[in-house]
């Protein structure tokens, strides 16, 4: 974690420079036309982890992936002619369209919490489309500011919510918007609303009460559908143990105790144990600081009875 927060003016070093930083795994904060957001690299499970780790989210919700284009997105998600015309309506620009996941996509598990489904956006501002085509690979952008406190419209309100938690802050002035994205789903059938925004989107049906307002609350969060056992230390015949540090062999959420790397896997050996042949699953302890809180958080929601 770094303990000094740089802010640069936007320009072609500052973008370089955050291009380095993401390459390395690192988070990065950057003006969007919306709000600013904190960039990783969206196919780095780690650097998605650190995401969750700077912001201190107590639970693990689907982030939006940011990518330069149209094409770029349809190497991700599955379009249907409906989604496509909006894209082509209004990308760039703050929207966000949920599809299907494409099988090939290679972006983490993290990113859409297990999800089969991803939130995808083209955004208009210069500095973010500029950072995207330096790094040549989709980001994940949540928000930049700590979990529970207001979007920040400046570099300076990013500074005081996560200073000292990330390396960067990429300043383009105050952000045209102000306000975040908006969220239409296209998973099948109709075009639904999940979050107002900037843009209307008069075709789509309002559903802002499945939308994903406060940490964990999407309906359909990705859960196993064998039932889970937590804390557990030995495991029983049939269980298919989640191992973390000592407990636990192959399967293990990170054998060295490292939270970064054991929230990068979580949501890989949840589906991974799912499809194993036991019929149990049995997850070891966490300890439930920092970005572990998070991973008892989607445990506990894993084992809840359905
Ligand atoms: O304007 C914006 O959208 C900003 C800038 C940085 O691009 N980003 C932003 O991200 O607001 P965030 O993480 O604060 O909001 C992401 C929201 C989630 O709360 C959830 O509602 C929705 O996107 N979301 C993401 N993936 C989803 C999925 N697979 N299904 C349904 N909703 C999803
Ligand atoms: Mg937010």
Known sequence: MPEATRILPFSDDSIAEAARLIGEGQPVAIATETVYGLAADAENAEAVARIYEAKGRPSFNPLIVHVPDLLAAQRIGDFSDDAKRLAEQHWPGPLTIVLPLKADARVASLVTAGLSTIALRVPAHPAMQALLRAVGRPLAAPSANASGSISPTRAEHVLKSLGGRIPLIVDAGRTERGLESTIVASTGGELRLLRRGPIEVPDAREETSGAIEAPGQLASHYAPSKPLRLNVTAPEPGEFLIGFESIGG?????????????????FDLLHHADASAEPRIAAAPVPDSGLGAAINDRLRRAAAPR
């Open 250 to 266: 192959s399967e293990n959420l990170s054998a060295t105790g490292d939270l970064v790397e054991a929230a990068a896997r979580l």
